[in-house]
Structures are given as C-alpha cells and as structure tokens.
C-alpha cells in the first residue's frame, strides 16, 4: 500500500470566504522508488492546479486554473524545482521517515532473573519491531508446558520488552536456556544456566602452611559412580589464614557438582 504524508499546508487567509491552501503529498511504496509528488493550489476549496511529478508539469481546473497552470509551467525555475524536489524534498525525507519507523532495528537486551528456586524469568528489552518469538529450552528440547508470558509492551520510544517465566524443578547438571529470534538479530540469541548442585565446607582447624591459599577459583574434572559421566568440581573462594593466628585459623569455600 502507498504512504501519503502531507508536507505543506499554508492558508494565506483565515477568510472562511476567500481561503487559499497550497498543499504537498508525496506517494510512495515500500523500497521508495516509484516516487510520486503531488502539489495542489486550492482555492476556497476547490482544486485550482495539480502538479503531478508523473507528468512533470502542472494541470489547471476551471479557466482561472488553466490560465495559472500556464503560467506555472511558463517559468522555468520553477518547473526546475518541482523536479529537483522529487529527490531532495521527497525521496530524501521519505528514506528518514523509513528509518526511524519502519526500517528501525532495536537492539535485543537479554537478562535472567531468579523469583525463586522453581523458576526462572527471561527478559527481552528494547527491541523493535515489535515481532519477536521468545521460546524455554531444557537440554535443547524446546519446553512448551509451565511457560508463562507477558504482552509485548511499548516503552513509549519506540521500542518494546518482553517477558516470560519457565516453571520447573530443576536436575542436576541439566541445561536451561532462554532463546530470542528477532529481525534484528543475524542468529537466535540463547541465555543458558546449568543447574548444580553446591555444599558449604570447613576445612580443620589448624591447616598445614603449605595448604594456606589465597582466594582463588579451581576447575577439577572428575567421574561420578553414577551417572558414569564426566562432571566438573568447583572450588569457589577458598580461604586461608596465617599461621600467627592459629586459634581462628580454618580453611572454608564451596563445592559445586554440575
């Protein structure tokens, strides 16, 4: 379908009897090319001369209006500039409006956040269009059970979020991800988490000196008798002590099976 936009309306008087409006339109489809700009004279709302950028000069109504369409196409500045203005009014004006409206591609902002243990929100920001799919997976397997959705909402700038919640009980080493399609994306953005399993550990009250460490991050593989399958052992945040303060003096950290 064509767009219409009016680009000028000017009355010369506020004279209900004697009103005169000089108006422009500009007619186009989706990739812009077939341009079409129409600028009418009308008088006491009647059409006086169109000028048709198909035609290329103007068209008069009534004798009053043929004799000013004669007129009009007798000056040469001024059928050069209804010309030139197809491309530098028109086209030129036509490719902002696409790319702040249509042709505008919104970033996608992806966050989680945890409600509580069973389950899990995925929110989508900023993005635009407003066409997006949002879809839970679980080990790769699309989850279409205990989702939850909201609306896409309008932020007021153009742009829009999304919101949607996965219920579930989650398992050990099991993968959980967030996946978003949108125009504005050359591939699906996915959000994942593993699920583990994690203790709290003290170590003895009086650690050799060698065991002192300071804080730091450890990545142990390690086999399971069950399931027999490769697991990872974290070690986060493992503490020491110096060994002048041997009555405070323990080793601390968390394990974490995934």
């Not at 700009?37 to 009308?42: H, P, R, S, Y």
Request: hydrophobic letters at 40%.
């Amino acid at each position: 379908l064509p767009f219409r936009r009016q680009i000028i309306s000017t009355p010369i008087s506020d004279t209900p009897a004697q009103l005169y409006v000089l108006t422009g339109f500009l007619y186009y489809g989706d990739n812009i090319t077939d341009m079409v700009f129409l600028v009418k004279n009308i008088f006491n709302q009647k059409i006086n001369t169109l000028y048709d950028s198909r035609v290329g000069k103007y068209v008069g109504f009534g004798e009053y209006g043929m004799t000013n369409a004669a007129h009009y196409n007798s000056q040469k500045w001024k059928m050069d500039e209804r010309k030139v203005e197809v491309e530098t009014l028109c086209r030129y004006n036509a490719r902002l409006f696409r790319r702040s409206t249509l042709d505008r591609k919104g970033k996608v902002l992806i966050s989680r956040g945890e409600f509580k243990r069973s389950m899990l929100e995925c929110s989508v920001m900023g993005f635009f269009p407003q066409e997006v799919r949002l879809s839970w997976l679980r080990d790769g397997v699309e989850v279409t059970t205990d989702v939850s959705s909201t609306d896409v909402l309008a932020n007021g700038d153009w742009s829009f979020q999304l919101h949607s919640y996965l219920e579930f009980t989650p398992r050990r080493g099991e993968r959980v991800s967030c996946r978003v399609e949108h125009s504005s994306l050359r591939e699906s953005l996915e959000l994942s988490l593993v699920c583990c399993s994690c203790f709290h550990i003290t170590g003895p009250p009086h650690p050799p000196a060698h065991l002192l460490l300071i804080p730091s991050l450890y990545l142990m593989p390690v086999l399971p008798i069950v399931p027999p399958v490769a697991i990872t052992l974290q070690l986060l945040y493992l503490f020491g002590c110096l060994p002048v303060f041997p009555p405070t003096c323990s080793l601390f950290g968390f394990i974490c099976l995934c």
